[in-house]
């Protein structure tokens, strides 16, 4: 069973361990397939919502330490809009990677066993 903040491995190298969630303190998100966890840098982005100036809860993490004011540690922290727009962010990755796996390859069309060249 999958939870609201599962994301499936990158549509283009096939990573599972790489696929991020990222904001940068304001109400728009992206997934990213991490390069520093071994990823390809593919990105989907989410939409932007709207919303107050917010001071606290504004940037996800779910490793953050625990009565952290700055960091949300589940997607039910966040402030409405910042939610919207992280689980749109989602929605996209999922999306896309669930295309690849239905056309039995990679999100830009090619084989995930397919060499370069051929």
Known sequence: ???ETDLLPCPFCGS???PRL???HTASFWVSCSEEYGGCGAQASGQFFPGPSRLTRFCYDPEAP???TFYART???LHPEYRRSA???I???NRRANVA???GGRADGFAANRQKGE
């Open 1 to 3: 069973m999958t939870t």
């Open 16 to 18: 599972a361990d790489a």
């Open 22 to 24: 990222e904001n940068t």
């Open 66 to 68: 625990e009565g952290s």
């Open 75 to 77: 997607l039910g922290e």
């Open 87 to 89: 689980k749109s962010a």
């Open 91 to 93: 929605a996209a990755w």
């Open 101 to 103: 796996q239905q056309q």
